[in-house]
């Protein structure tokens, strides 16, 4: 046990000993190397020193950059696509019901009531579910049959009025990226002229158009990308309300066929 320990203490003794030798090599060889890499330093120093640009500033100047005419249609289209998705989320969110309570408002009603007043409480509820209850307690005359087919259907109603806009969303999604490809080939053309009216192809001659089609290509593919976002989170809210008015719809028939077996 002795011996281990004296060789792990050894080994320690060595690495130490190699690391400090490594390290002065290092610095002898930075020292030596300094003229040689001056340049570099420099350089390094003048990025360093270089002011900083701030954020919407820069963004303009890429926008310029860009070409007015690309980047503006794809400002275009985050700007109407967004005003879309803000307006759906917002219908969404005040579609909103606590389905919980108007089944037991409905429920009270029906007892104090009846079906009118059970249709009053649906009348002052906001929201698609309660829109779905009033109408099939119109039609609870006609059996309660009548009622669940008649909430099935204005269910698929409710659920065009959510989706409404959802396309048109889609669509700037999908231009977005295509207008700056199309940039992209543009810019690309524009740096091939370049080069056919210079005869050269040095970095200098296509780096104009290579650069418009790089920031359109970046500018659609930012907007997309943010758009579908919103999209998605637009199809999760339908998709819960979805699945609340499915379940309410259903505790609904229940409490209409207990009422009438009263």
């Not at 400090?20 to 002898?28: F, K, N, R």
Request: net charge negative.
């Amino acid at each position: 046990m002795k011996k281990f320990f004296m060789f792990l203490a050894v080994a320690g003794i060595m690495a130490v000993s190699a690391n400090y030798a490594s390290a002065q090599d290092e610095t002898a060889s930075s020292a030596a190397a300094t003229e040689a890499v001056a340049p570099v330093n420099d350089l390094a120093a003048l990025t360093a020193a270089a002011p900083e640009v701030p954020l919407h500033q820069a963004l303009k100047t890429k926008f310029i950059e860009g070409g007015a005419g690309f980047m503006s249609l794809i400002i275009i289209c985050l700007i109407i696509g967004l005003a879309l998705s803000i307006e759906r989320i917002l219908y969404l969110t005040f579609s909103k019901t606590n389905t919980k309570k108007l089944l037991e408002a409905i429920e009270a009603a029906l007892e104090e009531g009846g079906i009118e007043k059970a249709k009053e409480v649906c009348r002052n509820t906001r929201g698609p579910v309660a829109s779905i209850f009033y109408q099939g307690l119109l039609r609870y005359d006609q059996g309660v049959d009548v009622v669940e087919k008649t909430i099935v259907s204005y269910g698929s109603v409710q659920m065009s009025l959510m989706e409404n806009g959802l396309s048109w969303i889609s669509l700037f999604i999908a231009i977005a990226p295509s207008l700056g490809f199309l940039g992209t080939v543009i810019g690309m053309i524009e740096a091939f002229d370049a080069i056919q009216a210079a005869g050269d192809i040095s970095p200098n001659v296509v780096a104009g158009g290579m650069k418009v089609a790089l920031i359109t290509t970046v500018g659609g593919l930012i907007v997309a990308m943010i758009l579908q976002v919103f999209y998605n989170y637009i199809l999760a809210k339908i998709d819960t309300l979805t699945i609340d008015m499915e379940d309410s719809s259903i505790s609904l028939i229940d409490v209409l066929t207990k009422y009438k077996a009263k």
